[in-house]
Nanobody, 120 residues
Framework: VQLQASGGGLVQAGGSLRLSCAASGDILSINDMGWYRQAPGKQRELVAAITTGGATNYADSVKGRFSVSRDNAKNTVSLQMNSLKPDDTAVYYC???????????????WGPGTQVTVSS
């Protein structure tokens, strides 16, 4: 199973970016999907998560600014980030709880990370 993310970059404060992540490989189904981030010198933290049914969960710091969505048929998850702040600068990682076909147990997979930099 591989997760491939795209969409990071450099943006000015107040701007927007959209991150996308696609899962591929030995996939029977995917339960929760989401996005985490890690800033220099800080621990990785949850940004947003979404269940198969579409229920969402957000970090308090991004509520009202970020929106997570997914396409279950395509095994993708996206993060729309609006009103970006310099404090949002971090490496963003997509995450998926995957039930595999060959070994029908749930495993956690991470994408390689994509840099988001917000300038003031």
């Amino acid at each position: 199973v591989q997760l491939q993310a795209s969409g990071g970059g450099l943006v000015q404060a107040g701007g927007s970016l959209r991150l996308s992540c696609a899962a591929s490989g030995d996939i029977l189904s995917i339960n929760d999907m989401g996005w985490y981030r890690q800033a220099p010198g800080k621990q990785r933290e949850l940004v947003a998560a979404i269940t198969t049914g579409g229920a969402t969960n957000y970090a308090d710091s991004v509520k009202g600014r970020f929106s997570v969505s997914r396409d279950n048929a395509k095994n993708t998850v996206s993060l729309q980030m609006n009103s970006l702040k310099p404090d949002d600068t971090a490496v963003y990682y997509c995450n998926a709880q995957v039930v595999r076909i060959r070994v029908p147990l749930q495993y956690t997979y991470w994408g390689p990370g994509t840099q988001v930099t917000v300038s003031s």
